[in-house]
């Protein structure tokens, strides 16, 4: 007996030569829990409009509903990841799932907007241990390479259908019950979750060196949430400037402006403290690996594309054809339908033709399915191009999500999944964040663009047909800058990936449990 492996006790398993036999188990329950992180941050957005009106929020104030949820997820999913290898994978899970549904619990009963916001940042907090402690814990679990596949087959298609999801439970729970039950729904599952992981999922630790860096940990987890407000106010300050009839530039705002460049040069302090500090929260050879660099530009560009797919779609259903938020959700679901199919089908391919071909095919089918969607008008068919659209992207992304986890992870080692795991969660956030801003303020240029040219040329600007028309314009450019993002990430997985089917872990001496 190694070591480095213990002989495990209740509820843990040494995870060495031999696959550990609760494995698939494991996967189940641990995909239960991703799910209810994933569509948190889009399950609130359809009940924006009656949480505010319940709670009397602010048109101003109703932007914390969604960005305390993902300042506190963005910002401690590093620290998140280190805490998961250095404390252990699954305490680190068990209290990410536990902390998330006393949060989740405490935002259905929130009387105001203040315990709200809280609740929302207290699940932010928690789902930052939750999601790179569960996306490290597949890692340690599936050592062969078919069998990692089909596990992040399973990753990738909720990482890539997962708001979809969201958007249509968030439209039933709030047209058929309550918002509240937006919160609430997260109570049973993480319960549920819970109960099954503690015989099933084993513990695993890093071995070696466990001391933490604080001094790093402080300086990214203020610089990311620095930098992700900073944005979001963008995004915020151009829907403002929109409701107002302003031309102003959002990229103006002089309050987002310094909220980024602190961020930007918190991030750049943590890059220079990581080089030099023995034990890093974020080694450097993560980053610097060509492959896992790669793998992690092309996670910001996807997540900042997605964002938009997801955002402008839902607006175009419920404000130009005045879909109900049940149907909108539902008419949401084809992307969902695109990604099921295609991460099952990436599952089988990845370990025969390597992660490369993959993802840049992804990129351009998930860019194709937006571009498509750029031709929408105000009274296009749902069939004739949303559908199809829908359909294309979510076929791209479920070839893009499942070599992207295989490949952020080829390498790490033991001592790394966690962290190397947040890194992955972190650029989807970050990017996510950035795709908001950028997307919002070009669709508010174009859509007021749209509104003078019609007035310009004899149109009534109080009718409103002219509005609706304008807004669709403003979709449709945001859907073709998606597009362009999706592009460039098929671009940098051509140019920085060379990872082949040979690269892929298959030995279990890099999985050992600690």
Known sequence: MSDTAPTPAAGQATLGAEPYPKRWLALAVIAVTVLMVILDATIVNIALPAVSADLDISAASQQWIVT??????GGFLLLGGRIADFWGRKRTYLVGAVGFAVASALGGLAPNEEILFAARALQGAFGALLAPASLALLTVLFTDAKERAKAFAVYGAIAGGGSAVGLLLGGVLTEYADWRWCFWVNVPVAVVAVVAAIPIVPESKAPGETSYDIPGAVLITVGLASFVYGFTQVAQTAQENADAGSTDNAWTDPTALTFIAVGVALVAAFVVLELK???PLL???LVLDRNRGGAYLTSTL???GLIGAFFFLSLYFQQVLGYEPVVAGFASLPTTLGVLLSAGAASVLVPKVGPKPLMVVGALLAAGG??????LDVDSSFWALAFPGQL??????GFTFVPLSNLALIGAGEHDAGAASAMLNATQQVGASIGTALLATISVGAITSAITDSVAGGADPTDPAVGIAAQVEGYTTAFTWAAALLLLGAVVSAVLIKATKDDLPTDAAVVHAG
């Open 68 to 73: 305390a949820y993902t300042l506190t997820f």
């Open 277 to 279: 500090v023995r034990n």
């Open 283 to 285: 080694p450097m050879r």
């Open 302 to 304: 996807v997540g900042a």
């Open 370 to 375: 937006l571009f498509l969607m750029s031709f």
């Open 392 to 397: 294309v992207l979510g076929l791209g992304l």
